[in-house]
T-cell receptor, first 110, second 115 residues
């Protein structure tokens, strides 16, 4: 059974600080992994997508890493801003199938 | 380039009623998938349509159904509503025939409340 575990479930950090979100997955078949950002009450928005052969991908202050051997990914946010407050969802995918994690809820406070 | 449009954004229904939600994908996208999101459950896959054909289906009861039209617009229907159907329903479109390989673009969602 495909499973995605994200940690922590929730996180509160001060504005300007860095943080790292974790994702462990057991998904087959596996070809890529995406991170989405979802603001409250809105649809998810893609941040990064990595194929199984990529180790890292950046999008501004967001940097995702992938270790396909250990089936782990992380999302690092640098110099957090209030607008980073959202849920971050890890989505490993394969042929005609994606599996969504339950997300990490991040709150950035002044 | 217009994004994925979902209507209505909010709706309130009572138990036993039925509801129809609409999704217009990005122009040129032929794959449309639907998801249910409830607090603490994450996104649960409902079904996916490609070129008017249902290609994949999640583990939801038959009360949940959908269809796709020739212009790629899609609708989903929930009959005999239950309190547990209260959720954010998200639609996503993709340009590739394989949504597992391409980036999904989500709409803003339809927030359904069942009283």
């Amino acid at each position: 059974k495909n499973q995605v575990e994200q940690s922590p479930q929730s996180l509160i950090i001060l504005e300007g600080k860095n943080c790292t979100l974790q994702c462990n997955y057991t998904v087959s078949p596996f070809s890529n992994l995406r991170w989405y950002k979802q603001d409250t009450g809105r649809g998810p928005v893609s941040l990064t997508i990595m194929t199984f052969s990529e180790n890292t991908k950046s999008n501004g202050r967001y940097t995702a890493t992938l270790d396909a051997d250990t089936k782990q990914s992380s999302l690092h946010i640098t110099a957090s801003q209030l607008s980073d407050s959202a849920s971050y969802i890890c989505v490993p995918g394969g042929y005609q199938k994606v599996t969504f994690g339950t997300g990490t809820k991040l709150q950035v406070i002044p | 380039k217009a994004g994925v449009t979902q209507t209505p954004r909010y709706l309130i229904k009572t138990r036993g009623q039925q509801v129809t939600l609409s999704c217009s994908p990005i122009s040129g996208h032929r794959s449309v998938s639907w998801y249910q999101q409830t607090p603490g459950q994450g996104l649960q896959f409902l079904f996916e349509y490609f070129s008017e054909t249902q290609r994949n289906k999640g583990n939801f009861p038959g009360r949940f159904s959908g269809r796709q039209f020739s212009n790629s617009r899609s609708e989903m229907n929930v009959s005999t509503l239950e309190l547990g159907d209260s959720a954010l329903y998200l639609c996503a479109s993709s340009s590739d025939r394989d949504p597992g390989a391409n980036v999904l673009t989500f709409g803003a969602g339809s927030r359904l409340t069942v009283l």
